[in-house]
């Protein structure tokens, strides 16, 4: 059974920075991507970053790129979301997803992730 725990969220004052950790219960697979999405209050949850299996390949959604990076450690089996530049805006539960069908393809859509993680709250104050 595939288990994702993110950790690292919290209060943050705008312009801070916050790193999200997420622990995956098995090994990678070759060509997998792992992801990170965020779900605001009375939002739908969308896509923030990927990261192919070697990491030689990322993605990020326009409202987060050259703030946030994303990274990975395959041998310890975790993802990381490093946020610089945090605006109000960015509040929201981020949560770590897992596509281990991808065959290297970074998709930005919900459907394509297996595995999911509870979320971890990250609030940004003005």
């Known amino acids: 059974q595939v288990q994702l725990v993110e950790s690292g969220g919290g209060l943050v004052q705008a312009g801070g920075s916050l790193r999200l950790s997420c622990a995956a219960s098995?090994?990678?697979?070759?060509?997998?991507?792992m992801g990170w999405f965020r779900q605001a209050a009375g939002k739908e949850r969308e896509f923030v970053a990927a990261?192919?299996?070697?990491?030689?390949?990322?993605n990020y959604a326009d409202s987060v790129k050259g703030r946030f990076t994303i990274s990975r450690d395959n041998a310890k089996n975790m993802v990381y979301l490093q946020m610089n530049s945090l605006k109000p805006e960015d509040t929201a539960v981020y949560y770590c997803a897992a596509d281990y069908r991808a065959g290297g393809r970074i998709s930005v859509h919900l459907r394509e992730y297996d595995y999911w993680g509870q979320g971890t709250q990250v609030t940004v104050s003005s």
């Open positions: 098995v090994r990678p697979f070759s060509n997998d991507v």
């Open positions: 990261i192919t299996w070697g990491g030689g390949s990322t």
